[in-house]
């Protein structure tokens, strides 16, 4: 019903849903009702969660950790059925921070996810700090550490850098460029600073395989090669991640300053910088550069060796500070030899093997292989890659 109500000179038409029946509520009452019970339970369990588990602020968590639970990367029936139950126990495990801050350099294509996702699950478990990119992917790379990240919220005067005011944080694991002043800047005293290599032609493969434009199959080895043998300056993302990319992170090229690109460039991933590979080839610029990063850096690991190296790891901090186990859990290879130990398994109980069939599919298997390999980047020009 419509009511129209005069104050002075105004006059306002007042709609209301007054009945001449006592109150009854409507559905799209109940409905709103019912939604608006439901928001604000979500909203305090919302809080009751965050107050209960003050890891789970989402500014802890990096991109590769998704959920709310303490390790969320090992579910809990793999640790029994690899035997490692009887080792560990979730509850004891210590969730005070390490006594160093971990400065991990990670290069592109080096087994540096398995080993973020090591940090990442210390940092998470242990109600550690780490820097995160504002992209979430690059604290700077390939322009100088830390570029665009996100800035803690909380001021705790504890871990600000008494010179520079700025935030100090526990660890960093994204793509960077190592500069040991500039990590020190960021990273809580005393710091332990390392990273990872891999073969260089390995490497290289792998990043043709994964990073574009070459991961979309329409360039071939060749082209690769033609491309970046003789390139004179690094002047884009993919440029870097292609051409010398593990000395890049390292801080080779960031050693000389930057030739400026003209014109505002500043919001390039370069930001308006690019790097010549004159000295690229200089023997003993780079033995004086591996010097330094030898006296800069706590420890370089091996891919082809990441057991002994993440053991290294694991003697840079104090005694027992921290469980083999808590390095076990992102072995990846655990995975592959539970899943290749548990299909061979399925694979003996199989009553009938077909032996016919089996030879017929590895046969034909066989001759796929060998075509794959007649046209996929052949090993024998290995000894012409520019990464050698
Ligand atoms: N534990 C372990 N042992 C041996 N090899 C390993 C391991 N973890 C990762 N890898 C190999 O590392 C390659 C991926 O490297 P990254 O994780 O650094 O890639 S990325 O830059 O983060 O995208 C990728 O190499 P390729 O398979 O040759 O492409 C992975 O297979």
């Given at each position: 019903m419509k009511r129209t109500e005069q104050h002075g000179n105004h006059s306002w038409i007042v709609t209301n849903f007054v009945s001449s029946r006592p109150w009854q509520p409507r559905l799209y009452q109940v409905v709103l009702l019912i939604f608006g019970a439901l928001f604000a339970a979500a909203n305090v369990l919302f809080l009751l969660n965050n107050k209960k588990d003050p890891s789970a602020k989402t500014f802890i968590a990096s991109n590769q950790v998704h959920n709310s639970?303490?390790?969320?990367?090992?579910p809990a029936d793999l640790i029994i059925q690899c035997g490692l139950a009887e080792h560990v126990n979730l509850e004891t495990l210590p969730e005070k921070p390490l006594t160093k801050s971990l400065g991990f350099v990670k290069p592109h294509k080096v087994g540096g996810s398995t080993v973020a996702n090591i940090v990442n699950r210390i940092v998470w478990g242990r109600n550690m700090t780490k820097m995160i990119p504002s992209g979430y992917?690059?604290?700077?790379?390939?322009?100088?550490?830390?570029?665009d990240y996100k800035q803690m919220k909380q001021f705790n005067n504890n871990n600000n850098n008494e010179t520079t005011g700025i935030y100090r944080f526990d660890a960093v694991s994204n793509h960077a460029v190592f500069n040991a002043d500039a990590f020190r800047t960021y990273l809580k005293e005393p710091m332990l600073s390392f990273t990872i290599l891999r073969d260089p032609l390995e490497r290289a493969i792998s990043a043709f395989n994964y990073i574009p434009p070459y991961s979309y199959g329409n360039y071939s080895w060749q082209h690769f090669i033609r491309t970046y043998?003789?390139?004179?300056?690094?002047?884009t993302r993919d440029d870097a991640k292609h051409v010398n990319p593990m000395a890049h992170a390292l801080g080779w090229y960031h050693s000389r300053p930057p030739i400026l690109i003209s014109g505002n460039n500043s919001n390039t991933p370069m930001k308006g910088m690019m790097w010549t590979t004159?000295?690229?080839?200089?023997e003993s610029a780079i033995r004086e550069f591996i010097q330094k990063v030898d006296i800069e850096m706590d420890l370089v690991m091996i891919l082809d060796h990441l057991t002994e190296s993440l053991l290294l790891l694991r003697d840079e901090?104090?005694?027992?500070?921290?469980?083999?186990t808590e390095l076990l859990w992102s072995n990846f290879k655990m995975l592959y030899d539970h899943f290749r130990d548990r299909l061979l398994a399925r694979w003996e109980a199989?009553?009938?093997?077909?032996p016919e069939e089996t030879i017929q599919l590895k046969n034909g298997l066989n001759c796929l292989y060998e075509l794959s390999r007649n046209f996929s980047p052949p090993r024998a020009i290995d000894s012409q890659s520019p990464f050698r």
């Open positions: 639970q303490r390790y969320p990367f090992v992917i690059n604290l700077g790379f390939p322009a100088p550490f830390p570029g043998k003789n390139i004179t300056h690094i002047k004159a000295f690229d080839h200089n901090l104090l005694p027992e500070e921290l469980e083999v199989k009553v009938e093997q077909a």
